[in-house]
């Protein structure tokens, strides 16, 4: 009991003397509303396409109470409330988007989760993943940095998402977790992970690596990655799986010349510039 | 405090709209509570840019989930457990991945000189801690610096009262153990 104690008073006395840092209240508030609005986009991007009508409950009672009408102060009810939300075009389309636009939407989803802040995923895809799925490879830069790390998604059957095959690369541990409710394989390489989240029958590859091996021969450092923002964004209700004629649209319109008609498990990838490798 | 600036109706009451409610009992929060969640979130991962990373993903999410969790009146209790969270996350980040560090090897120790607490008792503390699996640290840091029960740190780390008791036997063993060899006789009164 004494020893417990003493480990008690011990552990505070090195809490206590733990270097606080400065933080301005500020800065918690702005990353609190940043957070705020990504969430509510998702929720304003599901109610658009009506994927799924518990999305679109819970995205109209938010509509409902957060209307930024002002309240008396000290009221003891707390509303969801920010900014009186602007009228934004959803994100989605009306129509299909080709299979270029889709991994643009693919990309941008991404970075909502893994880059909010628009500094290191690269904003345009410029490489094709195509075979059952879709998908493309983006490089992962940090400012100041000759490194390249990678972030991979692939939507659909195929090598890249097979968890079994994936697991059963030399070296590969493989987990899983789950995150808000989303249950996903973690595979873990060298120097890469993957997770993979099922949506029915889709499976949802998402990759990193620390260097974009085809692309550079330095890694990058600060690949800095949350596996549970991973999970989030392979979950994300705008990854949506491609259709036949998107997986064949897609190179032309990324300028590449027509695919030929090579889908299959296999799959093939295609970059605007050749690979040194 | 601009972040909390209220407007003035024409009859002079002061009125808030939802978000500034929202910053100004959100900011309160975090003045009075910051300092022990980055303190907790230290002794976690023994570093303090990552302690402070830990922190501002928990605010971030905390400040995202304040209407729910302030009206359920648990602001303390879902932060905390944000923090544990993101600590958890973080063990699972392959180029963050914790190991477990043998109680001398000192040298594996990423932190400044704590003020106010003599060298070598910081050193033999943190050097025990750090010995522990990251699991067994989270239940002594609940455990025994934030003073919850076996089985509120059972529903916290989402595990069994059971693995609680086991995973404290064998943590607190272990840091007596290091702290004993740390102790040797002469160093420490």
């Known amino acids: 009991m004494n020893d417990t104690l003493d480990l008690e008073q011990r552990l505070r006395d090195l809490a206590a003397a733990a270097p606080v840092p400065p933080t301005p209240l500020e800065q918690d508030l702005e990353r609190g509303h940043r957070r705020l609005r990504r969430t509510r986009l998702l929720a304003g991007a599901g109610a658009a396409v009506g994927v799924a009508a518990v999305a679109l409950a819970v995205g109209l009672v938010g509509t409902a109470t957060e209307s930024g009408d002002p309240v008396p102060a000290g009221a003891p009810t707390e509303v969801a409330s920010d900014d009186p939300a602007p009228s934004e075009p959803s994100p989605l389309r009306q129509k299909e988007p080709n299979g270029g636009q889709l991994l643009q939407t693919y990309r941008d989803v991404l970075a909502e989760h893994l880059d909010p802040d628009g500094r290191h995923l690269q904003e345009k895809p410029d490489n094709l993943q195509y075979g059952s799925g879709l998908g493309t490879k983006l490089a992962w830069t940090v400012p100041g940095q000759e490194g390249m790390g990678m972030v991979q998604i692939f939507v659909g059957p195929g090598w890249r998402s097979d968890v079994g095959g994936l697991c059963g690369e030399p070296g590969a541990t493989c987990s899983k977790t789950t995150v808000d409710g989303v249950t996903a394989t973690v595979i873990e390489g060298d120097g890469s992970t993957t997770v993979v989240v099922r949506k029915g029958r889709v499976p949802v590859a998402i990759t990193v690596q620390e260097l974009f091996g085809n692309n550079s021969l330095v890694p990058v450092d600060g690949l800095d990655l949350d596996v549970a923002d991973l999970v989030r964004a392979a979950a994300d209700e705008r990854i949506v ?26 799959g093939q990838g295609v970059s605007r510039a050749p690979a040194p490798r | 405090m601009s972040s909390v600036e209220g407007v003035e109706e024409g009859n002079g009451r002061f009125w808030m709209t939802g978000r500034q409610q929202r910053d100004r009992a959100f900011g309160e929060y975090v003045a009075e509570r910051r300092a022990h969640l980055y303190r907790a979130a230290y002794l976690l991962c023994g570093d303090p840019h990552r302690a402070e990373d830990i922190v501002q993903q928990a605010l971030t999410r905390l400040y995202v989930a304040w209407p729910r969790v302030s009206r359920a009146d648990s602001v303390d209790a879902y932060a905390r457990r944000t923090v544990v969270n993101a600590h958890i996350d973080e063990t ?9 560090v043998e109680a001398e090897s000192g040298s594996a120790l990423d932190r400044p000189v704590d003020p106010g607490v003599p060298p070598e008792d910081s050193d033999a503390l943190w050097t025990a801690l750090r010995g522990l699996a990251p699991g067994q640290r989270r239940v002594v840091v609940l455990r025994h610096y934030w003073g919850l029960s076996v089985d509120e740190t059972a529903a916290d780390l989402g595990i069994s009262p059971g693995t609680v008791k086991s995973q404290t036997a064998d943590a607190l063993a272990r840091l007596r153990e290091a702290l004993s060899v740390a102790a040797t006789p002469g160093e420490h009164p």
Request: charged share 30%.
């Open chain 2, 92 to 100: 699972r980040r392959p180029w963050r991945r914790e190991r477990p």
């Open chain 1, 241 to 266: 799986p491609p259709t036949p004629k998107q997986i064949r649209n897609a190179g032309p319109s990324m300028g590449f010349p027509a695919l030929p008609d090579e889908t299959g498990p296999r």
